[in-house]
């Protein structure tokens, strides 16, 4: 049986972030699994072709259960692939903001807090405008303005300001609160995943060893602490032994579920499945929660549609370095508003040149411009629960979306919000009309076009929460040796895309892992 010091389970964002960091011991010996094939995929480096990634062998397909309060898109993209979902996403580059992390600390995660998680922020960036504090300029993740912005997005700029919703240069500033364009984890046009950042240049190291489509069923056991992972590769089981530590980094669903495949979950729900219990922690799979984000979409007259640029000319453009409309990561522009007149956000817009609804599954005549709108806090939490104690089982996933009245209230002023912004100029010159929904926006209509048209923002968290699954050190309660180390850690969701957050939560866990078990 091989042996190494630390097995890594998952090589998406934080899986590739601890294996980068933990490697620069010499001494160490990593292996990294990870499910999926090869990130090798031609599309997954160029921004504009992210929706089509989502049901292809790179995701994982998942799908939501059915929901009494939400009627909208079933499908909930995870990565399946070396930088996981950092492969697959908007590439969006938000941290979140000081409430959020002190908020975590303030509820017990000690040592989470904002100060404390900056330096972690300041070590991953590699930006390539700001110089100066809070952001870094030496980090593996390359974080770049983008190499095209429709006029459209540029108009739809001007026109918030014009609202109300002043422009901002950075949402990763001292407030989050304004408009404009958004960063994005690229470098010179080309998607910048975990993988591209983290993996890639750690590969050359005697110590670390990768295995792609080695899917991990099980984490071994004995007397109380974990000391291997039994996986699949190649048609046979394996397993492999683990020196030090087993960490977890397989997102919000996967980590979860092989906790309870391996026993270490809800006591009850594990035994009706006839799963041995190695530690009865109900926390494992609660808390599950993400943004939902609702679409609006306008028919416009005198521009384009990204869709009516995917051109032969313009991918070539973007192949030689040159930028161009493949360039763009879709939802171009943005900001965050706090609808209820305090000082941090309580609404975020996500939006550009094209119709974005059910993940680019669903169609509309072309030109058109959509814009997402979705409450930073929620205050829904759903559940994870296994589906049979077959490793190869989907899980059941209920986020809970709108199951809190107050996130379809401010979802519906969010609306309510982008719906006068695209009346003014000079955004307002370029509709033709309002597309989806289609109809009256009254209140009423507004709330039920949310539940109807809603769909994840691919920002699930909290499924293994600091308190109730782990410690701040992210120790696994009951079971020695066995962390984890990803976004289902995070007890609330910051306010905003998570990647950035979720490769922070990784640096640091490298620090708490080189430091021991302590």
Not at 168 to 183: I, K
Not at 363 to 371: A, K, Y
Not at 381 to 396: E, I, K, V, Y
Request: aromatic share 6%; proline share 6%.
């Amino acid at each position: 049986m091989m042996s190494f010091h630390y097995v890594i389970v998952g090589a998406g964002s934080a899986g590739c972030t601890l294996a980068h960091r933990l490697t620069e011991d010499p001494e160490a010996r990593v292996l990294l699994l990870e499910a999926g094939p090869a990130d090798d995929a031609d599309a997954i480096r160029v921004p504009a072709l992210f929706g089509t990634l989502f049901g292809s062998d790179v995701d994982w397909g998942y799908e939501l259960d059915p929901q009494p309060s939400y009627q909208g898109s079933a499908c909930f993209p995870r990565g399946r692939t070396l930088g996981g979902s950092s492969a697959i996403n908007l590439m969006i580059y938000i941290r979140g903001s000081r409430e959020d992390f002190d908020g975590w600390a303030a509820g017990g995660a000690t040592g989470w807090d904002f100060d404390s998680v900056l330096p972690y922020f300041v070590r991953a960036e590699h930006s390539s405008r700001f110089t100066g504090p809070p952001h870094g300029t030496a980090g593996p993740l390359h974080v770049e303005d983008r190499m095209f912005t429709h006029e459209l997005s540029k108009a739809w700029t001007e026109a918030a300001a014009d609202w109300g919703l002043d422009p901002t240069e950075d949402f990763n500033g001292a407030s989050q609160l304004g408009s404009g364009r958004y960063q994005v984890t690229c470098r010179r046009g080309v998607r910048r995943s975990a993988a591209d950042a983290y993996l890639r240049p750690a590969l050359d190291r005697p110590g670390l060893t990768v295995r792609t489509d080695a899917e991990a069923t099980r984490v071994l056991v004995e007397g109380g602490r974990a000391v291997g992972v039994e996986f699949r590769a190649d048609g046979a089981v394996h397993t492999v032994r683990a020196e030090r530590e087993v960490l977890l980094s397989g997102g919000v669903v996967n980590s979860p579920k092989l906790l309870m495949l391996s026993g270490v979950g809800p006591g009850g729900h594990l035994r009706d499945l006839g799963i041995g219990v190695v530690a009865d922690l109900p926390g494992v799979g609660e808390n599950l929660h993400d943004h939902v984000m609702v679409p609006l979409v306008w028919a416009t007259r005198g521009s384009t549609d990204l869709l009516e640029l995917a051109s032969p000319h313009n991918m070539e453009r973007w192949r030689r370095g040159l930028g161009g409309p493949f360039a763009s990561n879709g939802a171009e522009v943005g900001g965050f508003l706090s609808v209820t007149g305090g000082g941090t956000a309580d609404v975020q817009f996500m939006g550009g040149p094209t119709a974005f609804v059910d993940h680019g599954r669903f169609s509309l005549p072309l030109p058109n411009f959509s814009m997402q709108t979705a409450v930073t806090r929620p205050a829904a939490r759903g559940r994870l629960r296994l589906r049979s104690a077959d490793p190869s089982a989907p899980p059941h996933l209920d986020p809970g979306y709108f199951t809190e009245r107050s996130d379809l209230d401010m979802t519906v002023a969010g609306l309510r919000a982008s719906l006068e912004i695209a009346a003014r100029e000079p955004f307002a010159r370029y509709v033709k009309g309002l597309a989806l929904p289609a109809g009256a926006t009254d209140t009423e209509d507004l709330r039920a076009h949310a539940r109807r048209r809603g769909q994840s923002s691919y920002h699930g968290v909290g499924t293994c929460a600091i308190g109730a699954v782990v410690d701040p050190r992210l120790r696994v309660h009951g079971v020695a040796g066995l962390r984890v180390v990803d976004a289902s850690v995070m007890p609330a969701i910051p306010s905003g895309n998570i990647n950035a957050a979720t490769i922070m939560i990784a640096e640091r866990a490298a620090d708490l892992v080189k430091a021991g078990p302590r």
